[in-house]
């Protein structure tokens, strides 16, 4: 019997709206709930509640880096499906609407004390919009 790990691990990337990214590869991190998960192929089984972050994946030549906000991860050993509420490849995110949107979390977030300013929804807001810069500034790099 061959006890040894596959090299490569099937990644699954799911929207409402769309599959983002659906291909094999050496690993891949993904923002937990409680922190950062690092999955390679032969991983534990794993359910786990994702968070606004960036999410990266190894391909054979080059790292790719996604945005991805709420929503779950399941974890096998030959396969990784992320459900998320959205999730954007650093090229394709809009930085000035992401700056906008910074903006009007921060704002918020300065008139907590006013009524109707719902702190939790500004916070991952404001969340939403500095993961989707950092991604997107992964393009320039």
């Known amino acids: 019997m061959d006890q ?8 699954s990337v799911v929207t409402p709206a769309r599959e983002v990214a659906h291909e094999k590869v050496r690993g891949v991190t993904v923002p937990g709930k409680s922190g950062y998960l690092g999955i390679l ?6 359910l786990s509640e994702l968070q606004a972050g960036e999410l990266t994946y190894e391909r054979e030549s080059s790292t790719e880096y996604l945005a991805v ?18 999730a954007e490849r650093a090229g394709d995110i809009d930085t000035e609407r992401a700056q906008h949107a910074k903006q009007r979390a921060e704002e918020r977030l300065r008139k907590i004390t006013e009524p109707g300013i719902d702190r939790e929804r500004a916070r991952s807001a404001l969340d939403r919009a500095v993961t989707r810069l950092a991604v997107a500034a992964r393009m320039l790099k």
């Open 69 to 86: 906000s709420r929503g779950f991860v399941e974890v096998l050993p030959e396969r990784v499906i992320v459900l998320a509420e959205a």
């Open 4 to 11: 040894t790990l596959p090299s490569e691990i099937q990644l």
């Open 41 to 46: 192929p032969g991983h534990a089984p794993l």
